[in-house]
C-alpha cells in the first residue's frame, strides 16, 4: 500500500518550495519524498492522540522522572507528605463519622466541583476531602524538582492535573450526591437523556462533525446594517451604516482574528461593539475573514497582512477621504496589525492615527498555559497534520483551548450534560464559539514558529517585504486592553507593548477573559477595569505594581474606550457619502461552513 496515496501530487511537491520570511521544509530538497512518509505517518499519528505530540509527552515525563531520581531529598519531602496527607485524611474520616470534622482542605477559588452542601455531608466529604489531598500531593510532586526545564515542569504538572480531573469523584454517579438526587428525583430520566446526549457527541466526533449552530449571523447576530465594499480572495470588508446625523472624520477599521469568525464584535444588538460605536458617531470598518480550504494551504502570514489589512487599508482611505484611520485588532488580529503598524512606519506610511490592540500580544516569551503545546516537537508534530490536510481545523485547535479549563470546557460540562441533564447554555456567544474556522498550512506554521518559538516581532527580527520591522517605530497612540482571566493571551503578556514600544500606551485591564472580558457593554453586571497611560519617556512600572497602584472602576470600559477613541477621531462632519458596494452585510465569507 502506498502511503502518499491520497496525497495529490501537486501538494507533495509544494513542500519542496522555499518558503519566504517563514516556515519551511525540515528536510532537505532532494529528500522531500522521502519526508513525506515521515508527515504522513505523523499525521496518522495525531487522530489518535488528539493532536498531541506523544515525543514531547515523553520528554517531559523523562526529564521530570530522571531528575526526581536524582533528588533524594525531593522523594523524602514527598514520601513524608504523603504521610502527613494520609494522616490528615484519616483524622478526617474519623471526624466526619461523627459529624464533627476537622478543619478540610479548601480548593482553589476557582474550582467549583465540591460546592453543593451535599459534598459537605458524609461519606462525600470524606472523598471530597481524599482527592484534594492526592491533587496537592501530586502538585508537589511534578514542581520544584530540581534540574527539570521550566517548560518540561510545566507539561508533567499540566498533565498531571488533567488525568486527576478525569479521575474526580464528581465525574461519576456512584460517587457524586447531587447527581445521585437529581437521579432519584426525576427516576433516572437525567441518564436516559445524558446516553442520548452522549450518542449525539459521539457519532459527531466520530463523523468529525460539530455541534450546529444555534443563532445564524445575518439572522439573529451580526445584524447591524451595512454593506461589502471590498472583496478579494481572503477578506470582505464590511463598511457599517451610519446612525448619527453626523459623524467623527477619522473611521475606524477592526481587524477581528481569523481563528474565529468576525461577529463576536456585532452579536446579538445589545452585545455589538459594532453597533455601540456607530450609535456613538463612528464610521466604522470590519474584516470578515474567509475561511480556508485545503487549497488555501500556502496562504501565508503575509498574505494576510497584504490581502487583509493593507488592502482594507487602502479601500477605507479611498472610500471615506480621510488622510488617516483608528485601527483597532483583537487577538491575532491585534498581533497582525501591530505587525503591519510597525512596517508603515519603517516605510514612512502614517495613514494610521491610532492602534487600539484587544487582548493582543506582541512579545511570546510569557503566553500562558498555551505554550504547553507549543515546542520545537508539538509544532513538527502539528505541521505534519496540517501538511495532510492543508490546514489545522477546528476541532483540532479546540481540543488545546479545553484542555486549558478542563474543568470548566470538558468535565464540568459532561457532569451537567450527561448525569445532570442541563442542556448546554443557548446564547450569542456560546453559538459563536462554536462557530469556528480553520487555519492555513503555511500562516499557521509561520504564525507558531516566527511568533511563539522564535518571538521574532518583540527582537525585532521579523521580515515584511525582507526587511525587520520594531516595534519601537510605532510613534501612534496604542491603547492596550488586557482580561483578568485571559487564558489565550494573559494580560501581563499583553501588557509587554508598553516597554516594547516607543510611544504614549494606555494600557486597560478589564474583569472576565479572553471572550466574554472583550464582550462587555454597559449594563453587564460584576464589571470592572483599570485604566492608566504610560508615556514614552515615563519610567517603566511593571505589571503588578501598576495593578496595585491603579484605580479600579466600576462597569464597562467601552465607554472609557470611546471616549479615548473620540479624541483622536477627529470633528464631526456630515457621514461621508456611499460608495460601492458588492452586497449587504453581513457578506459571504462569514457563512462559509
Not at 69 to 86: H, I, T, W, Y
Not at 386 to 414: H, V
Not at 496 to 505: E, W
Amino acid at each position: 500500500m502506498n502511503i502518499l496515496s491520497d496525497i495529490p501530487p501537486s501538494e507533495q511537491r509544494r513542500e519542496a518550495s522555499t518558503w519566504q520570511g517563514g516556515a519551511r521544509p525540515r528536510y532537505p530538497e532532494a529528500s522531500v519524498e522521502h519526508a513525506h512518509v515521515d508527515l504522513a505517518l505523523n499525521a496518522a499519528l495525531g487522530r489518535l492522540t488528539g493532536y498531541v505530540s506523544p515525543a514531547a509527552l515523553a520528554g517531559a515525563w523523562h526529564d521530570w522522572a530522571t531528575h526526581l531520581l536524582l533528588s533524594p531529598a525531593k522523594q523524602l519531602e514527598l514520601g513524608v507528605q504523603a504521610a502527613s496527607n494520609m494522616q490528615r485524611w484519616l483524622q478526617y474520616s474519623a471526624s466526619a463519622m461523627f459529624g464533627t470534622p476537622a478543619e478540610p482542605v479548601q480548593p482553589l477559588a476557582q474550582d467549583k466541583r465540591f460546592s453543593d452542601p451535599l459534598w459537605h455531608a458524609w461519606p462525600w466529604n470524606q472523598l471530597s476531602q481524599g482527592f484534594l489531598l492526592t491533587q496537592q500531593w501530586w502538585h508537589r510532586a511534578t514542581a520544584g524538582v530540581r534540574g527539570v526545564s521550566s517548560h518540561h515542569g510545566d507539561v508533567v504538572t499540566f498533565v498531571a492535573r488533567q488525568l486527576l480531573d478525569g479521575i474526580a469523584p464528581s465525574n461519576f454517579i456512584a460517587t457524586n450526591p447531587v447527581a445521585q438526587q437529581v437521579t432519584f428525583a426525576s427516576g433516572g430520566q437525567n441518564l436516559v437523556h445524558g446516553m442520548a446526549r452522549a450518542g449525539t457527541d459521539m457519532r459527531r466526533a466520530l463523523a468529525g462533525t460539530s455541534a450546529p449552530v444555534s443563532l445564524r449571523p445575518g439572522r439573529d447576530v451580526a445584524i447591524t446594517p451595512g454593506k461589502v465594499v471590498m472583496e478579494n480572495h481572503l477578506v470582505e470588508l464590511l463598511r457599517y451604516d451610519p446612525v448619527t446625523p453626523q459623524v467623527h472624520a477619522v473611521p475606524l477599521l477592526i481587524v477581528p482574528a481569523w481563528i474565529m469568525k468576525y461577529y463576536i464584535l456585532d452579536l446579538s444588538p445589545h452585545n455589538s461593539l459594532v453597533r455601540y460605536l456607530v450609535e456613538h458617531g463612528h464610521t466604522v470598518y470590519m474584516i470578515s475573514w474567509k475561511n480556508p480550504q485545503a487549497d488555501d494551504r500556502d496562504l501565508s502570514l503575509d498574505d494576510y497582512r497584504r490581502h487583509g489589512i493593507m488592502e482594507s487599508l487602502d479601500t477605507v482611505v479611498r472610500e471615506s477621504g480621510a488622510p488617516q484611520i483608528n485601527a483597532c485588532g483583537y487577538c491575532l488580529g491585534g498581533t497582525l496589525l501591530a505587525i503591519a503598524a510597525a512596517a508603515m512606519a519603517r516605510d514612512g506610511d502614517e495613514r494610521l492615527a491610532s492602534m487600539t490592540l484587544l487582548a493582543a500580544q506582541v512579545d511570546f516569551t510569557e503566553p500562558g498555559e498555551l505554550s504547553l503545546f507549543i515546542d520545537e516537537s508539538q509544532v513538527s508534530f502539528l505541521e505534519a497534520v496540517m501538511w495532510q490536510q492543508g490546514y489545522l481545523d477546528t476541532r483540532q485547535m479546540a481540543g488545546a483551548f479545553q484542555l486549558l479549563r478542563s474543568n470548566d470546557l470538558i468535565w464540568s460540562r459532561r457532569l451537567r450534560h450527561y448525569l445532570l441533564d442541563i442542556p448546554d447554555k443557548d446564547n450569542d456567544l456560546a453559538s459563536w464559539n462554536a462557530d469556528a474556522t480553520r487555519m492555513p498550512y503555511r500562516m499557521h506554521s509561520q504564525y507558531l514558529r516566527n511568533l511563539f518559538l522564535q518571538n521574532s516581532l518583540a527582537s525585532s527580527r521579523y521580515l515584511v517585504n525582507g526587511r525587520p520591522v520594531a516595534l519601537t517605530d510605532i510613534h501612534i497612540p496604542i491603547l492596550a486592553v488586557g482580561t483578568m482571566t485571559d487564558h489565550v493571551a494573559p494580560w501581563r503578556s499583553v501588557y509587554k507593548i508598553i516597554p516594547l514600544s516607543d510611544t504614549s500606551v494606555t494600557f486597560l485591564l478589564t474583569s472576565g477573559g479572553h471572550n466574554a472580558g472583550v464582550v462587555s457593554p454597559p449594563g453587564t453586571p460584576n464589571r470592572s477595569y483599570q485604566m492608566s497611560t504610560h508615556e514614552h519617556d515615563a519610567p517603566y512600572v511593571d505589571p503588578d505594581t501598576w495593578q496595585a497602584e491603579t484605580r479600579v472602576r466600576e462597569g464597562s470600559w467601552w465607554p472609557a474606550w470611546e471616549h479615548w477613541l473620540a479624541r483622536l477621531a477627529g470633528p464631526w462632519v456630515a457621514p461621508p457619502p456611499q460608495g460601492r458596494s458588492v452586497r449587504d452585510a453581513p457578506g459571504h465569507y462569514v457563512l462559509e461552513p
